[in-house]
């Protein structure tokens, strides 16, 4: 026995699908759904006078023409990326490959989306630290999915090299052209599924960055999740509170290096 024993079993309970039958309803089944609690709004609210950034329409995207075998057969996990920036149809076909929408239920109670999620709940938000894209300024964004345009969140976004310090933050990332930043928003699932949401909104995550794995290889651009991160620096870079909103899952995108020696981790 050691003292970590109980912490590692508790921790394990979570990679366990719930035992629906043998647990009676009232031990654990009181979503606030089905107690007639209104639904959390379909993505973060934003202050409706604030200058939305228009980004290219799916229906106009010329790039990822690339077939999906391929792009499947390739996809690797990438560290070394050129100085290239990403054009911005680029970056609105990468945002529309993990989180576009496809459907918004006329209640306001689910989207349909290119990934998949239990019940519909899509519990995350994604944040965008640009450091090269045409036409966009360097600064910290956040995507809104529905409508399909960047809002500002901050100007300061740390230089390169602060980037790598900061944080236990992986050196190759301060020269990708963009970082993705996924924040889980834990009571969008939990208003449908109480305590046995933490299992799927760490599975959607993987879904998320798969699809952004393959749309990079698609436009030649290359992308490595990370999960191993500073959670309070990335929490504040983004500006939540790491309680009811917080990082979960990172990847910085950049064009791909034809020297890639050093990638080889
Ligand atoms: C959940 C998860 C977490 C990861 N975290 C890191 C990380 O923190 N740093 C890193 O360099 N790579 C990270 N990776 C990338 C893996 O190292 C990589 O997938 C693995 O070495 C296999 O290489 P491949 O993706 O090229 O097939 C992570 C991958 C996954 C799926």
């Not at 609105?92 to 490959?97: K, V």
């Not at 938000?125 to 399909?148: A, C, K, M, Q, W």
């Not at 991160?229 to 509170?241: A, M, P, S, T």
């Amino acid at each position: 026995m050691t003292k970590y024993d109980d912490m590692i079993k508790q921790r394990r309970d979570l990679l366990k699908a719930h035992d629906w039958i043998a647990f009676p309803p009232e031990d654990w089944w009181e979503p606030d759904q089905r107690k007639g609690v209104a639904p959390p709004p379909l993505e973060k609210p934003y202050d409706e006078n604030t200058q939305l950034i228009d980004l290219i329409e799916p229906k106009k995207f010329n790039v990822g023409k690339i077939s999906l075998i391929d792009t499947i057969a390739n996809r690797e996990s990438r560290r070394v990326f050129s100085d290239e920036q990403l054009t911005l149809e680029e970056l609105s076909y990468l945002l529309w490959a993990t989180q576009g929408v496809r459907v918004v239920d006329k209640n306001k109670l689910w989207t349909k989306r290119v990934v998949p999620s239990g019940g519909g709940r899509q519990p995350y938000e994604t944040y965008l630290f640009v450091n090269r894209v045409d036409s966009i300024e360097r600064g910290i964004y956040r995507y809104l999915p529905i409508e399909h345009k960047l809002i500002l969140v901050s100007e300061n976004l740390p230089n390169a090299d602060e980037l790598m310090d900061k944080a236990w933050f992986q050196n190759f990332i301060g020269k990708a052209a963009v970082i993705f930043v996924w924040a889980a928003v834990p009571y969008k699932t939990e208003w449908r599924y109480s305590l046995v949401s933490y299992k799927d909104i760490l599975i959607e995550a993987g879904h998320i960055c798969q699809n952004l794995y393959l749309a990079c290889e698609s436009i030649g651009a290359g992308t490595c999740a990370i999960a191993a991160y500073e959670q309070k620096v990335l929490d504040e870079l983004i500006q939540v509170d790491g309680e009811n909103e917080m990082t979960v899952y990172i990847s910085p995108v950049g064009k791909i290096c034809s020297n890639r020696e050093a990638d080889t981790e």
